[in-house]
């Protein structure tokens, strides 16, 4: 159950949010929406003007992307994106005649060449393929999606209007003057398990335990001779910076931080101090 502090505080920035929108939405002669009108989960308030090339920025949208909005209302999101970055982009949104608006307003924009609105439920549509994700949920909208967003390619971008992620804490918060707060967070590897290391300065082989909590991972790295060091390291996306216990005991000979790129069942990368030295690693099966 919430707190009375956190919903008050839901309560205060949807007030500013509404005062910060007109009365009407961006309708066209055949639909108007009404700010604050019901919807299947979310009530519909747009994402404002001034908020559309921060959000976007914030996840460093190029042409090369595909941008899928979660719950794209009139779709100015998905238009933004394809006319501003070039991006080809996709708008998920319930509501059939907001969806049918957002497909006029993309006609109007001439940008359907790049741009698809898609009338559908966010929890049953098939956005895998996004580079990035843009959302405007509620919270708790956002912790019951984000199971299905952890298990997207990693490196994926995801940036909310207003809202958190509950426990996977963003990588990166903008707040500008006057303005929601935006988040953004990198999908991480899965790096959870054993791994077998190779080509560390020691020589031999090592066994690397990592459990993981998002984009943060801890654990125990063993030698051939037994010795136990700690570890802890986080993740960009698949990219994993993972400081060792060097300074335990029995660790002089060990590199402190290493840097590695994981794909799939393997990691390959370097020392952060020897770059020449390559360190490999697979995923140990049971």
Same mark, same amino acid.
Request: hydrophobic share 40%; aromatic share 4%; net charge positive.
């Given at each position: 159950? =919430?707190?009375?502090?956190?919903?008050?505080?839901?309560?205060?920035?949807?007030?500013?949010?509404?005062?910060?929108?007109?009365?009407?939405?961006?309708?066209?002669?055949?639909?108007?929406?009404?700010?604050?009108?019901?919807? +299947?989960?979310?009530?519909?308030?747009?994402?404002?003007?001034? *908020?559309?090339?921060?959000?976007?920025?914030?996840?460093?949208?190029?042409a090369?992307?595909i941008?899928?909005?979660l719950g794209?209302g009139?779709? +100015?999101i998905?238009?933004?994106?394809?006319?501003?970055f070039?991006?080809?982009?996709?708008?998920?949104?319930?509501?059939?005649? *907001?969806?049918?608006l957002? =497909?006029?307003?993309?006609?109007?924009?001439?940008?359907?060449d790049r741009? +698809?609105?898609?009338?559908?439920?966010?929890? +049953?549509?098939?956005?895998?393929?996004?580079?990035?994700l843009?959302?405007?949920?509620?919270?708790?909208?956002?912790e019951?999606?984000?199971?299905?967003?952890?298990?997207?390619?990693?490196?994926?971008r995801?940036v909310?209007?207003?809202?958190?992620? &509950?426990t996977?804490?963003?990588?990166?918060?903008?707040?500008?003057?006057?303005?929601?707060?935006?988040f953004?967070?990198?999908?991480?590897?899965?790096?959870?398990?054993d791994?077998?290391?190779?080509?560390?300065?020691?020589?031999?082989?090592?066994?690397?335990?990592?459990?993981?909590?998002? =984009?943060?991972?801890?654990?125990?790295? $063993?030698d051939?001779?037994?010795r136990v060091?700690?570890?802890?390291?986080? *993740?960009d996306?698949?990219?994993?910076?993972?400081?060792? &216990?060097?300074?335990?005991?029995?660790?002089?000979?060990?590199p402190?931080?290493?840097l590695?790129e994981?794909?799939?069942?393997?990691?390959? &990368?370097?020392?952060? $101090?020897?770059?020449a030295?390559?360190?490999?690693?697979?995923?140990?099966?049971?």
């Open positions: 159950m =919430q707190s009375p502090a956190r919903r008050t505080a839901l309560v205060t920035l949807l007030s500013a949010t509404l005062a910060a929108c007109s009365t009407g939405g961006a309708g066209d002669e055949t639909y108007r929406p009404l700010v604050g009108q019901g919807g +299947k989960d979310v009530m519909w308030v747009p994402t404002l003007d001034t *908020l559309l090339l921060p959000m976007l920025e914030l996840a460093a949208v190029t090369d992307d941008v899928y909005d794209s009139d779709g +100015k998905p238009i933004w994106a394809a006319r501003r070039g991006a080809r982009a996709v708008g998920i949104e319930y509501d059939a005649q *907001l969806s049918a957002a =497909q006029r307003n993309a006609v109007r924009a001439g940008v359907t741009v +698809k609105m898609v009338h559908g439920d966010i929890f +049953k549509e098939d956005f895998s393929s996004a580079t990035v843009t959302l405007y949920l509620g919270e708790a909208l956002n019951k999606i984000r199971p299905t967003i952890l298990a997207m390619r990693p490196g994926t995801v909310s209007n207003s809202f958190g992620m &509950g996977w804490e963003p990588d990166r918060t903008v707040r500008l003057p006057e303005q929601n707060p935006l953004l967070w990198i999908v991480p590897a899965r790096v959870a398990g791994w077998t290391l190779e080509g560390l300065p020691e020589g031999g082989r090592a066994t690397l335990r990592l459990e993981q909590r998002h =984009q943060v991972v801890s654990g125990t790295l $063993s051939a001779e037994r060091r700690p570890v802890e390291g986080r *993740l996306g698949a990219r994993l910076a993972l400081d060792l &216990g060097a300074g335990t005991a029995g660790g002089a000979g060990l402190r931080r290493l590695l994981v794909r799939d069942d393997v990691l390959r &990368g370097a020392p952060a $101090s020897d770059a030295r390559t360190v490999s690693g697979r995923r140990a099966r049971p």
